[in-house]
């Protein structure tokens, strides 16, 4: 593709961002009620999914992820210990208890086409569509494939804020699905893998290649790594609300020397894909 085609997509692109922020509203897939929240403090969380069979066929994977809105009342927060630490130990159960009394409100991207059957040598694009999160734990199962999660990891509010609007845009019906989507991404037609990581589009499009089912996902993780706060500690209680526990899904983790060098110095994004793949 020629710089000239790259601009213009990327222009059009941002043309039709700017019209999603103005006319969307944006409409939650889950609120859990809550007893004592009265929607005054905020955090935000997300959850990177991946789809696989133990013989990794594309055709039977997928990528997705779950950002949610945790609501609370001010002075209603108890102390926040680690739902699990590095070193695997439980917490006290404090942050579970508050966490019980907070608001949630959840929002996925998970994008296949829209009759959830992946073809991977269709020529042209097709009919996407957004799925929520219990229809792809659902559509994992249906194709006997293991289901991987990264996180629930603590995010800054601009990049729920970004998730929202790139599941405005890929809901818009402007863009179709396409598992190879090279020439059409992103303006066009989008895959799975890059219909989560194209939410940061500021420093251009990560570009994940042969990369699909776990190892995709756990690039896209170590790519939003410099939207997290404090990636070493996960929060298992929004998994819970969410009803994950009714699902066989393996918990996984950020690779340690990722986390070793966003420690010492966060990292910026192309910094941290670079210490992904070396």
């Not at 209603?76 to 019980?100: H, V």
Request: aromatic content about 12%; some cysteine; charged content about 20%.
């Amino acid at each position: 593709m020629d710089d000239r085609h790259e601009s213009s997509l990327y222009l059009r692109t941002q043309e039709l961002t700017s019209a999603l922020l103005v006319n969307h509203v944006f409409e939650p897939e889950g609120t859990l009620e809550s007893i004592t929240c009265d929607g005054t403090c905020h955090d935000f969380f997300m959850m990177i999914f991946s789809a696989q069979r133990a013989w990794n066929r594309p055709k039977y994977t997928h990528t997705f992820a779950t950002f949610v809105k945790a609501t609370s009342r001010p002075g209603g927060m108890l102390a926040r210990p680690l739902s699990k630490s590095p070193s695997g130990t439980e917490s006290n159960g404090r942050e579970s208890m508050a966490g019980e009394r907070r608001l949630l409100e959840s929002h996925t991207i998970s994008w296949l086409a829209a009759k959830k059957k992946v073809c991977l040598f269709r020529f042209w694009p097709e009919p996407g569509k957004n799925f929520d999160l219990t229809t792809s734990l659902e559509w994992a199962l249906s194709v006997r494939a293991r289901i991987s999660m990264w996180g629930p990891y603590q995010i800054r509010p601009g990049f729920y804020e970004k998730a929202l609007v790139q599941k405005a845009r890929l809901e818009s019906g402007a863009i179709q699905y396409k598992v190879w989507d090279a020439g059409y991404r992103p303006a066009v037609a989008s895959s799975c893998i890059h219909g989560v990581c194209d939410i940061d589009q500021e420093g251009g499009l990560l570009w994940t290649w042969l990369r699909y089912g776990e190892s995709a996902s756990r690039r896209i993780a170590v790519f939003f790594l410099p939207w997290m706060i404090d990636p070493e500690r996960t929060h298992a209680w929004v998994g819970d609300r969410l009803g994950l526990a009714d699902y066989p899904i393996i918990n996984r983790e950020l690779p340690a020397g990722c986390l070793q060098l966003n420690a010492k110095k966060p990292l910026a994004r192309t910094a941290a894909v670079q210490a992904f793949t070396s």
